[in-house]
């Protein structure tokens, strides 16, 4: 049984641009949750997908945005990109809103 | 607000002495709390939770975590260390009001194991 799976692992940007992130949720879950780890901090909440709705958002600007499939992969997608958006990115899986989150590697974000 | 503070950044112990990681919470609801351990360049791996059932809480590879409501506190202890333990711990709350499911993140605790 796959856990948690995102893609790719590693990305570079420049300022400016955009980039999307994906991830695959554990098998038999149904509910996608976003953070956002910067070097030397604890991950901070960007927003949660739950039957392709976001149910929740963190503090972050309308720069950020995802989506949610019918099969619950996710995508995250950061427009006009800043320096300090560096960060790995995690995203974590659960069945039903409430329950145990499952998280997956990470993708590792660097914005030069 | 919601928050969870880990009281120390890092802390060293010899192998084969106890473990003691320090966090307090604040909720004005019944929170769900956690503690999940991150390696180097691996993603975060759940230890163990409390979610309203017995206040001493037993997780994965011998640590364990007391809620203690009058304290506001969720201390993750070990009797005896190990060199695999070294790595990144976090205290976790969740649940902090009835339609909120997020993950609140202390800011970590790294853990050195000194052989």
């Known amino acids: 049984d796959a856990g948690v799976t995102q893609s790719p692992t590693h990305l570079i940007k420049t300022r400016g641009q955009q980039v999307t992130l994906r991830c695959s949720p554990k098998?038999?879950?149904?509910?996608v949750s976003w953070y956002q780890q910067a070097l030397g901090q604890g991950p901070q909440f960007i927003f949660q997908?739950?039957?392709?709705?976001?149910?929740q958002r963190g503090n972050f600007p309308d720069r950020f945005s995802g989506h949610q499939f019918p099969n619950y992969s996710s995508e995250l997608n950061v427009n006009a990109l800043l320096l300090g958006d560096s960060a790995l990115y995690l995203c974590?899986?659960?069945?039903?809103?409430?329950?145990?989150?499952?998280f997956g590697p990470g993708t590792r974000l660097t914005v030069l | 607000a919601q928050s969870v503070t880990q009281l120390d950044s890092h802390v060293s112990v010899s192998e084969g002495t106890p473990v003691l990681l320090r966090c307090n919470y604040s909720s004005s609801y019944s929170p769900s709390l956690f503690w999940y351990v991150q390696h180097p360049n691996k993603g975060l791996q759940l230890l163990l939770k409390y979610t309203s059932a017995a206040t001493l809480v037993k997780g994965i590879n011998g640590f364990e975590a007391e809620f203690k409501k009058s304290e506001t506190s969720f201390h993750l202890t070990k009797p005896s260390a190990h060199m695999s333990d070294a790595a990144e711990y976090f205290c976790?709350?969740?649940?902090?009001?009835?339609?909120?499911?997020?993950?609140?993140f202390g800011s970590g605790t790294r853990l050195l194991v000194r052989p």
């Open positions: 976790v709350v969740s649940g902090t009001s009835a339609s909120s499911y997020k993950l609140i």
């Open positions: 997908y739950y039957e392709e709705e976001e149910r």
């Open positions: 098998s038999g879950h149904d509910t």
């Open positions: 974590a899986s659960s069945l039903l809103a409430g329950n145990e989150q499952f």
